[in-house]
């Protein structure tokens, strides 16, 4: 994929980037790794200075770079500027808290005794550089999730950012450089996905984390694996939004039109899968699907447009794909499932009914905004179907029955349970999957852990 901005409203292409080559990758490598021996050493107050005052000039260019991040990948212009603004409190977030989370914990004396010491430690040290392999999808907040923690914990990062938003990916390496960032500190890499393995083999790089798909982290985990590096991954969802009979219907039904098409539908926590109790599942799906139907697609730089376009027609195309493969198969469509004849790699929000685990649809990720409706019969079914999928990242559960909560909660098989509400990030909270959405924590304390050195010193009585 070249590197490049093309508009996904009209694909017309508006700058195109070259990489960087061979002499300016080791460059960067070190003056990352020069920057790491001096930044590592700067006090709490410091990094959050510097932390604070990027989140004011983000602020500050909240206009522009959400009409860059639309331009670039087609998020509604309104859906930008939120994401602007969740990046600034949480890079606020992290400069308020990073030092009592990473605070030295003292071991119980009676454990320091029994072990021969006077003392003992444990001490959060920074690694090193991070390389950070991310994706277009939120371009801004996917990258400040992993950089905030970062460089509030000491390390320095290097980012390799999808090829579709390098105007996102040079904006953010010049943000946290007019914030006074000493230099290295942040820098962004124009390269392609083939020169990641030589910068994530180089032992100047400690570790790397990824958001992205699933063959994507499977090669980075496997070079970072050979050698023997730290990563997180956090990568595909096809989250499960289970409604019971004791459920708020109208509510339920509101909040599943936003949980499927935030961001156009391209998210990896979207609820995608939804699984309802027969009991109201025809009330359901009559409220759910004229919510899709209501919705307004359109340029993503209108104000009233509520769903833009693919971020690129490979993507689009592949959503079409597996709609079109569903419906051959005997899935029932109750609203969208055809492609609208106008520029722009635009689909319709769309609700297919009578899915089946035969169909590539019930097992793969879809990215765009498609709905796909079960049956459940009982509890029991409701848990099956939702754990039936190779993924694991979120879940959203409606009901006011405690005990469905309970049974939900223990068996879920997903990293976060969202109970009659739709699952969003924060960055007080750990955000991460499992099965094959990945391992390791972003946010919270657990995510500024992730790339440290976690230290035991022992003092001898």
């Not at 969208?336 to 019930?362: F, K, N, S």
């Amino acid at each position: 994929m070249p590197i490049a901005t093309v508009n996904p409203a009209n694909g017309e292409t508006l700058k195109t980037y070259g990489a960087l080559g061979a002499e300016d990758i080791e460059r960067r490598l070190a003056t990352a790794d020069a920057a790491f021996r001096t930044y590592r050493t700067t006090s709490f107050a410091e990094r959050a200075r510097l932390m604070r005052r990027a989140a004011d000039l983000l602020e500050e260019d909240s206009q522009d770079t959400a009409r860059v991040m639309t331009t670039e990948m087609g998020k509604p212009i309104k859906q930008a500027r939120a994401e602007v603004a969740k990046c600034a409190k949480a890079m606020r977030w992290y400069a308020d808290h990073a030092e009592e989370l990473l605070v030295d914990e003292e071991a119980p004396e009676p454990e320091a005794r029994d072990s021969g010491a006077s003392r003992v430690l444990v001490r959060y040290r920074p690694l090193g550089p991070v390389l950070a392999v991310m994706p277009w999808n939120f371009p801004l907040w996917q990258v400040i999730r992993f950089a905030a923690p970062a460089l509030m914990a000491g390390n320095v990062g290097l980012l390799k950012h999808a090829s579709n938003v390098p105007q996102t990916a040079l904006y953010l390496e010049e943000l946290f450089h007019r914030a006074g960032f000493p230099e290295g500190c942040f820098q962004t890499l124009l390269i392609g996905s083939g020169e990641v393995e030589g910068i994530l083999r180089d032992e100047r790089v400690k570790a790397a984390t990824l958001t992205g798909s699933e063959p994507a982290g499977r090669a980075v985990a496997s070079v970072a694996g050979d050698e023997v590096k730290k990563t997180v991954l956090e990568l595909g969802g096809s989250d499960p939004y289970v409604v019971m009979p004791s459920a708020d219907l109208d509510r339920a039904a509101k909040t599943a039109v936003t949980a499927r098409v935030q961001n156009t539908g391209q998210s990896c926590i979207a609820a995608k899968r939804f699984i309802v109790h027969t009991d109201v599942f025809d009330a359901f799906a009559e409220r759910f699907t004229a919510g899709m139907k209501a919705l307004n697609v359109g340029d993503p730089l209108d104000e009233d447009t509520d769903v833009g376009p693919l971020s690129s027609e490979q993507g689009r195309d592949g959503l079409v794909e597996l709609v079109d493969e569903a419906v051959e198969s005997g899935a029932t469509v109750l609203c969208g499932g055809e492609r609208p004849d106008r520029p722009g790699w635009y689909y319709p929000p769309t609700v297919l009914a009578d899915v089946t685990p035969a169909m590539r649809i019930h097992r793969e990720e879809t990215f765009g905004p498609v709905a796909t409706l079960y049956r459940a019969a009982g509890l029991d079914e409701a848990v099956a179907i939702a754990n039936d999928s190779p993924f694991g990242l979120s879940s959203n559960v409606w009901t006011r029955d405690e005990a469905d909560i309970d049974r939900f909660v223990r068996d879920l098989e997903a990293g976060g349970v969202y109970v009659n509400g739709m699952t969003a990030s924060h960055p007080a909270f750990p955000f991460g999957g499992v099965k094959r959405s990945g391992y390791g924590r972003e946010l919270s304390g657990h995510g500024i852990r992730e790339f440290c050195n976690i230290t035991t010193v022992w003092h001898g009585a």
